[in-house]
């Protein structure tokens, strides 16, 4: 129904072929994307240059957003090499242990600085240096989760964290429609990913989820990538400023 084929697509976030922008990815190449793919440090390269090359990547390189000096690098490079930019795909957050593990009350000034600052800010920096590459408009894409919009048990600081997300997704959303750049949030239901391991007992959120979900079934990562394809498509050109549920229903029960 649609193709992205000769659209220029990055892609942030691969840990492991269990990582939501891993499904993305492949999504974005099976309609016909050129990527280029980012690991987080030497650490994880091993485990995310081989899905990269699986996928033809024509650019792979580092991105810690926690470095200044690293994403303005990525972008020099996407644009020695390519010139311009069609979809940008920020799938990381973080938050130290501690504060996730504790209440949102008592979070450390640093530890909410920090989750903020990975979570949030770096998807705003990231958009205003793809702005300049996506002259004849472009798609930027983060991911949420519901827990922005209702107290999930055991989220905690991400909920705050999240909500931010979103709401940064709708202004800039609304700063750049002029310039025919969207702005959307994937909002899946909880997924069994290195990322959420680290929610205490996220195995309990699973289970609630496949039970109370109309469809009695968890979202994957595939689905997420079929709706970020779309989204990044020329069929979804007049849609911006969305949190799209990709769960099986659930966030409409009570």
Not at 104 to 127: K, P, T, Y
Not at 178 to 195: F, M, N, W, Y
Not at 213 to 232: N, R, Y
Request: hydrophobic share 45%; net charge negative; aromatic share 6%.
């Amino acid at each position: 129904m649609f193709s992205l084929t000769g659209q220029k697509v990055l892609v942030v976030g691969i840990a492991n072929e269990n990582s939501i922008a891993w499904g993305c990815a492949k999504a974005f190449r099976a309609q016909g994307a050129d990527l280029a793919v980012t690991y987080l440090n030497a650490k994880a390269e091993p485990h995310v240059r081989p899905l990269a090359e699986a996928l033809g990547a024509e650019i792979i390189a580092p991105l810690d957003v926690s470095d200044p000096a690293q994403m303005p690098a990525l972008f020099a490079q996407i644009g020695a090499r390519w010139g311009r930019l069609d979809t940008a795909l920020h799938s990381i957050a973080f938050a130290p242990r501690n504060d996730l593990h504790g209440r949102v009350i008592d979070c450390s000034a640093e530890g909410f600085a920090q989750a903020m600052d990975v979570s949030v800010h770096s998807f705003l920096r990231m958009i205003r240096l793809a702005e300049p590459l996506m002259s004849e408009g472009g798609t930027c894409l983060s991911v949420s989760f519901f827990g922005a919009s209702r107290v999930v048990r055991h989220y905690n600081l991400m909920g705050p964290v999240k909500a931010a997300l979103e709401s940064a997704v709708r202004y800039a959303a609304t700063e750049l429609g002029p310039q025919r750049i969207t702005v959307h949030a994937l909002s899946p239901g909880p997924l069994k990913t290195r990322a959420a391991s680290g929610i205490d007992h996220f195995d309990e959120l699973l289970d609630t989820a496949a039970a109370r979900a109309p469809t009695h079934q968890l979202a994957t990562i595939e689905d997420v990538g079929a709706m970020a394809a779309f989204l990044a498509s020329p069929g979804a050109r007049n849609l911006t400023g969305g949190i799209h549920d990709i769960d099986g229903g659930y966030s409409i029960t009570a």
